[in-house]
């Protein structure tokens, strides 16, 4: 159940990373909405999977999988530019989070 909670907060860390993006001088209400709920979800998630975890295995998967998904959406989304180098990095990333699981 850990990892499902660390996989989850990992997410909430690319909303949150994203809505932050978004806030425009903190006058958009809607973005620093989702960003404090987001930013709060994700570290709960996290500091609970880190419960039974160990922290430095917890905190890569959480910042790997944050990276990876807050990169590909903006990739996806046009406000960054995609190279095949940029794709393959991430590809890396992703499997050294998914080589963490397997290791744990």
């Known amino acids: 159940m850990a990892w499902v909670i ?4 990992g997410i909430l860390e690319a909303v949150w990373a994203t809505a932050l993006g978004r806030i ?3 006058a958009k209400p809607l973005p620093i909405i989702v ?3 987001a930013l709060a979800l994700s570290m709960g998630g996290l500091g609970l999977a880190m419960k039974s975890l160990p922290i430095g295995t917890a905190y890569a998967v959480w910042v790997g999988v944050g ?3 807050t990169v590909g959406y903006a990739m996806w989304s046009g406000a960054e ?3 095949i180098a940029k794709v393959a990095l991430i590809l890396g990333i992703v499997g050294c989070v998914v080589g963490l699981k397997l290791l744990h």
Do not use: N
Request: net charge negative; proline share 0%; hydrophobic share 55%.
């Open 24 to 26: 425009d001088g903190w």
């Open 6 to 9: 660390l996989l989850i907060s």
């Open 35 to 37: 960003f404090g709920t």
């Open 67 to 69: 990276a990876a998904l």
């Open 81 to 83: 530019s995609v190279s």
